[in-house]
């Protein structure tokens, strides 16, 4: 079964804090994404990459960075938390291709709250 | 731009029928998925339209209109347990061909 896991369900951090926030995902999928999901804003795209150590931002990088050094492992970092970025955090997978009906499959988010 | 519209809220009750509407403007289309989300979990993949017309899978079924830009979300002898968001999501073409673009979600609250 398709399983895409984060690292934490709740987390609550400090601003200026650097913070990590970890995805895996079990399916050998090539594109990995995160979003951040808040009320009345719905789903949005931070970054997301197509392969190993490639990354393409999204609508809403600022503050943000990631990394993806293995193909099954994909993290997001604020470096420098601040606390418009308490949000729930969602991240997720697909197989790689442009006109095929492959879903996003999604992690059960992470609760971030900076304090 | 990019503007997907869905409502926000919708009620029914159990066993009756429920349309969920998405309107969209985008620049270019490579498909359209929906999601359901329940309060406090993951979303998870309902369905995919990439050509116009209706597309059925059990109680749900979603319909596509590219020329209208217009996609419904059907969901039939509604449970208590479609309580949930539903989520639009179009793909438009880009360079990695894979990121999609959210409408902020319709709550269906389901009422005995």
């Known amino acids: 079964d398709v399983k895409v896991t984060q690292s934490s369900r709740y987390l609550v951090k400090r601003t200026g804090e650097k913070v990590f926030l970890e995805c895996v995902q079990d399916m050998d999928h090539e594109n990995m994404f995160w979003y951040r999901q808040d009320p009345g804003l719905g789903l949005r795209l931070i970054y997301f990459s197509y392969d190993v150590k490639m990354k393409e931002k999204g609508d809403i990088p600022e503050g943000y960075s990631v990394s993806r050094e293995k193909k099954e492992r994909f993290s997001l970092i604020l470096e420098s938390a601040s606390t418009n970025q308490t949000s729930m955090y969602l991240c997720a997978s697909s197989l790689r291709g442009r006109r095929i009906n492959q879903p996003q499959h999604f992690g059960d988010g992470t609760r971030l709250s900076i304090l | 731009g990019q503007n997907i519209d869905q409502p926000t809220e919708m009620t029914a009750t159990e066993g009756a029928i429920v349309q969920i509407n998405c309107t969209y403007q985008?620049?270019?289309?490579?498909?359209l998925f929906w999601y359901q989300q329940h309060a406090g979990e993951a979303p998870t993949f309902l369905s995919y339209n990439v050509l116009d017309g209706l597309e059925e899978k059990g109680r749900f079924s979603s319909f596509l209109s590219r020329s209208k830009g217009y996609s419904y979300l059907l969901l039939k002898e509604l449970q208590m347990k479609d309580s949930a968001s539903y989520l639009c999501a179009v793909r438009p073409p880009n360079q990695a061909g894979t990121a999609l673009i959210f409408g902020k979600g319709t709550t269906l609250s389901v009422s005995s």
């Open positions: 985008t620049s270019g289309f490579n498909g």
